[in-house]
Nanobody
């Protein structure tokens, strides 16, 4: 049974940091590209960051401007998302996703597996 379980969300003040993790099981982690998406009520799921199966290629949404870092180490599980300089507009549910084919990583339709999400709230 495939599982992706996110953790590390919570409440943080503007300018603060959080590190999200996604633990996986039920598929060969080292063969899959991984990504993070986020979603707020009434909006479509939004791409945040993706990393190739090897961990060697990373892709970020333009709006992040270098504040987030995605990491994948195939000797370890999970995949992580380090989020720095957080802003109120980063408040969302963050989802981890996995895909076998490294093609168009920004498109959520191409992902094979999804986690249940973890809430991140940035507020003073």
């Amino acid at each position: 049974q495939v599982q992706l379980v996110e953790s590390g969300g919570g409440l943080v003040q503007p300018g603060g940091s959080l590190r999200l993790s996604c633990a996986t099981s039920g598929f060969t982690f080292s063969l899959y590209a991984m990504a993070w998406f986020r979603q707020t009520p009434g909006k479509e799921r939004e791409f945040v960051a993706a990393v190739s199966w090897s961990g060697g290629n990373r892709y970020y949404a333009d709006y992040l401007k270098g504040r987030f870092t995605i990491s994948k180490d195939n000797t370890r599980n999970p995949v992580s998302l380090q989020m720095n300089s957080l802003k109120a507009e980063d408040t969302a549910v963050y989802y981890c996703a996995a895909r076998r084919i490294w093609d168009d990583p920004m498109n959520p339709d191409g992902y094979d597996y999804w986690g249940q999400g973890t809430q991140v709230t940035v507020s003073s």
